[in-house]
């Protein structure tokens, strides 16, 4: 297991990812409500759907972390 300094600089990488997805999917969602063309509206959508699952991957893998320094908060 990776020690306590590693996991909690991997935290700070994931908010900091996480501010940049939610920054992306607030694009899209905007874009879906004020694009004047069809496609770029289609767009959106899918832009929304890919931001949402990498979304998901960073939510799972930032409470794997944070499950692992609350075990070694209980070794210590």
Request: proline share 3%; no cysteine; hydrophobic share 35%.
């Amino acid at each position: 297991m990776p020690d306590r300094r590693t996991l909690e600089r991997e935290l700070q990488d994931l908010d900091a990812a996480r501010d940049d997805l939610e920054r992306r999917l607030r694009g899209a969602r905007d874009r879906q409500r004020f694009a004047g063309e069809p496609d770029a509206r289609v767009q959106a959508v899918a832009d929304e759907r890919a931001v949402m699952m990498e979304l998901d991957r960073l939510m799972t893998r930032t409470r794997a972390v944070e499950g692992q320094l609350l075990r070694l908060s209980g070794n210590s």
